[in-house]
């Protein structure tokens, strides 16, 4: 079909008013519902490079399964309604709701920094949104100013265009048949280099939305930012000198942006729990720091250093105040006035009931610890299986254990969280359960060194060897290494194998003082592990 579509009618009922904008990987148009009352919405036509007949057939069950993304998330009313989506002469269309207003790069500019209470605010809009995309297990992919739209009749944020769209444009099939990106997935200014290697998370689109806050707030665009070594992003020297900016927030800029996606936030959710904690009273009378000659996360790091020194030396005078002052300790009185003078005998048989007590008192706490260890490393634990035929697996897992789905475009499969142990317990220890697609045939050893190379630059640089296991019927490789969540450390163990252009990946996180508690378990999951119909 004619990209320029403009005065035709598609489908017998959306008549096409003008043409909206053009991409390398489609175009956009206004268009009028002639079934629906004349209404204006958007028409996006995607084109895919190749008419190869693999390439359409990937290209449509790529174009069903995001129609079925969007209108999952177009019930959120920051997100516009889909309101159609259909094939015509090997051309994609999606038809969405119209949202009147415009786009941020009208008013992120440069040379016009925002105000601080600004930026805040417009980080806060933006979160608000991407945390419900997150909730339904989605990564946007392309976050920039023009894909974020302040509409007209409330100010809100909407979010649009999705990136995982284009893939449907982009991939050709190759003189072998196999299945190639033309372009990746995504902006550069925006991208982090997980993203750009192919394996973006929620901590990608993260990092996009920090990048478009700082552009804001420098007035700086993204490319003329400077990395230095460690490839972090220098951009606090071109903050306002005469501005006293909040520390909390600068700081939390940073982690949004952190070269390796283990050291960034990994949620919506959280960031907008820090920025909740922001006190501008408190903060705005400190002096700003702007980093010149080194970088952003040197900065981070050595504020970290000094809060924990901070911390140590509090603790080291309160117990040298509890030393030489005994009667700041807790006392115990069974019994009369504890201002009346006490006996030696009196004092002896409190020391006693005192030590009775804090005996007791150990005791308990050492049989609750001990009954929840056993819980959780019980090798009764009961499993239940679960089975995923158009992903082409099973597995075996605690029923006591919750399951969230995962499907995009370069991973598929199932994540398993364990319950919570107590009231102060605030960590799931999860298991995932992946299915990735190769782009080219690929063997153990290749997926091996691809994966030990990114676990060492990304997130556990002194990571040892894989070792050889099987994975259902098939050999594999195993690894155990440390990580971040949060600024938390974790530790993971993660077990892949390679079979027909495809990666099967378990990957165990925990929090490294319960790791071993629900090793066994995830030692039955890892052995329960089979492929089916493949």
């Keep these: 079909m004619d990209a320029n579509l403009v005065g035709q009618i598609i489908q017998g009922r959306y008549y096409i008013v003008k043409q909206l904008g053009r991409g390398g990987v ?126 007209i009749k409330d100010g809100k944020i909407v979010l649009i265009d999705f990136g995982s769209v284009k893939q449907v444009s982009t991939q050709i099939i190759d003189a072998t048949g196999q299945v190639k990106q033309t372009v990746a997935v995504g902006t550069k200014s925006y991208m982090p280099m997980e993203q750009m290697m192919g394996r973006p998370g929620f901590h990608s689109d993260i990092y996009a939305v920090g990048i478009i806050v700082i552009q804001a707030l420098t007035g700086v665009p993204p490319k003329n930012f400077t990395i230095d070594q460690n490839g972090e992003i220098i951009w606090r020297n071109k903050l306002q000198s005469q501005v006293n900016y909040q520390p909390r927030f600068l700081n939390i800029l940073d982690k949004m942006v952190r070269y390796r996606f283990s050291e960034r936030y990994t949620s919506a959710g959280v960031i907008l729990s820090d920025l909740a904690q922001l006190d501008a009273q408190q903060n705005n009378n400190k002096p700003t720091e702007i980093v010149r000659g080194k970088s952003q996360a040197q900065a981070v790091n050595q504020t970290a250093q000094n809060d924990r020194q901070t911390r140590i030396i509090s ?12 009667t700041a300790r807790v006392n115990i009185h069974p019994q009369g006035n504890p201002s009346e003078p006490k006996s030696k005998s009196g004092s002896k048989s409190k020391v006693i009931v005192s030590m009775v007590a804090g005996v007791t008192l150990l005791a308990a706490a050492l049989g609750s610890w001990l009954l929840v260890k056993n819980k959780t490393a019980d090798p009764e634990l009961k499993l239940s299986l679960y089975e995923n035929e158009s992903h082409g697996f099973r597995v075996n897992y605690p029923e006591v254990w919750s399951q969230q789905n995962r499907d995009d475009f370069f991973a598929m499969g199932v994540v398993f969280f364990s319950p919570l142990e107590n009231d102060s317990d605030k960590f799931k220890e999860r298991v995932s359960v992946l299915v990735e697609n190769l782009s080219s045939d690929m063997s153990l050893a290749q997926y091996t060194n691809e994966s030990i190379s990114e676990i060492k630059r990304l997130s556990d640089p002194k990571v040892g060897e894989a070792q050889v ?29 390679v079979k027909n252009n495809q990666a099967y990946v378990i990957t165990y996180t925990a929090q490294p003082d319960s790791y071993d508690n629900y090793l066994p378990a995830v030692e039955k999951m890892i052995e329960s592990f089979e492929t089916i119909n493949n």
């Design 469 to 497: 296991i099987n994975l259902g019927n098939h050999e594999a490789r195993q690894v155990v290494y440390l990580g971040e969540e949060n600024g938390n450390p974790v530790q993971r163990m993660q077990t892949w194998s």
């Design 315 to 326: 603790k080291q005078l309160n117990v040298v105040n509890v030393q030489q002052n005994p």
């Design 26 to 151: 489609g175009v956009t148009f206004l268009a009028q519902d002639q079934q629906c009352f004349d209404s204006q919405c958007v028409v996006k036509q995607l084109k895919p490079k190749s008419a190869n007949p693999k390439t359409l057939e990937i290209a449509r069950r790529l174009f069903n399964r995001e129609a079925e993304i969007m209108n999952r998330l177009g019930y959120c009313d920051r997100i516009p309604r889909l309101l159609a989506y259909f094939e015509d002469n090997q051309d994609f269309f999606l038809v969405q709701e119209l949202v009147e207003g415009h786009d941020l790069s009208k008013e992120i500019v440069p040379h016009q920094p925002w105000s601080e209470k600004k930026s805040i605010t417009l980080l806060k809009d933006i979160l608000e949104v991407l945390l419900v995309v997150q909730q339904h297990s989605v990564i946007h992919r392309d976050l920039k100013p023009s894909n974020l739209m302040r509409r």
